[in-house]
């Protein structure tokens, strides 16, 4: 039972334009949300956040929006760069505290 | 600098043989993780601990073991009872477990590539 579901495998945006990346999920219970991106052979690295007492985070260049009715989170790079190619995970924490994660989307930003 | 630091990169295995993977932080974090990554999924939870000397089964802890003696390291070992051990390992730690550190995200290592000889 797949509960963080980010159903683009990838995404391919032009320099400078908006990349906007989607991530849904089923349990009403999560209270933390969070995006990660990983270079290959490389750990995560933790990008912005966001409690689900709050609808938008901003942090620079990354927001993250959250919407608790549909259940979704999207996290909006604005401009894109051609350094911002990587894979982004989305991830949500239960409970029990645990995270849970996406399956990731591939972002490649074409100069 | 602080960080999390997994050893070895990259791993190989025989079959039926036990490996342990090293992970270490010097965060002062109290929690830390291992989760596995396979191709086109998502990092899937094998074990974590809150706290010194306890530790608890993730989602797929099955064929693995952990240990926690100091607040610094976390080794798991992949077990020969591991049937599908070939993945990407990776380490996190975490402040969470202190008060008003509720939400503080995990940080991670650069991963362990394991394979089967």
């Known amino acids: 039972d797949q509960q963080v579901k980010q159903n683009s495998p990838s995404l391919s945006v032009q320099e400078g334009r908006i990349s906007i990346l989607n991530c849904d999920y089923t349990?009403?219970?999560?209270?933390?949300f969070l995006w990660y991106k990983k270079y290959p052979a490389e750990g995560p690295t933790f990008l912005i956040s966001?409690?689900?007492?709050?609808d938008k985070n901003e942090d620079g260049r990354f927001t993250v929006f959250l919407n608790k009715s549909a259940k979704h989170l999207s996290l909006h790079i604005v401009p894109s760069q051609p350094g911002d190619s990587a894979v982004y995970f989305c991830?949500?924490?239960?409970?029990?505290?645990?995270?849970?994660f996406g399956q990731g989307t591939e972002l490649s930003v074409k100069p | 600098d602080g960080g999390i630091t997994q050893s070895p990169k990259y791993l190989f295995r025989k079959e039926g043989q036990n490996v342990t993977l090293s992970c270490e932080q010097n965060?002062?974090?109290?929690?830390m993780y291992w989760y596995r990554q396979d191709p086109g999924q998502g990092l899937r939870l094998i074990y974590y601990?809150?706290?010194?000397?306890?530790?608890q089964k993730g989602d797929i802890a099955e064929g693995y073991s952990v240990s926690r003696e100091k607040k610094e390291s976390f080794p798991l070992t992949v077990t020969s009872a591991q049937k599908n051990p070939t993945a990407f390992y990776l380490c996190?730690?975490?402040?969470?477990?202190?008060?008003?550190?509720?939400?503080?995200?995990?940080?991670f290592g650069d991963g362990t590539r394991l394979s089967i000889l």
């Open positions: 991830a949500a924490r239960n409970q029990g505290g645990k995270l849970i």
């Open positions: 601990s809150q706290i010194v000397n306890d530790f």
């Open positions: 966001i409690s689900s007492i709050k």
């Open positions: 996190a730690s975490s402040i969470e477990g202190r008060e008003g550190s509720r939400n503080q995200p995990q940080h």
């Open positions: 349990n009403s219970m999560f209270d933390y």
């Open positions: 965060l002062n974090h109290d929690a």
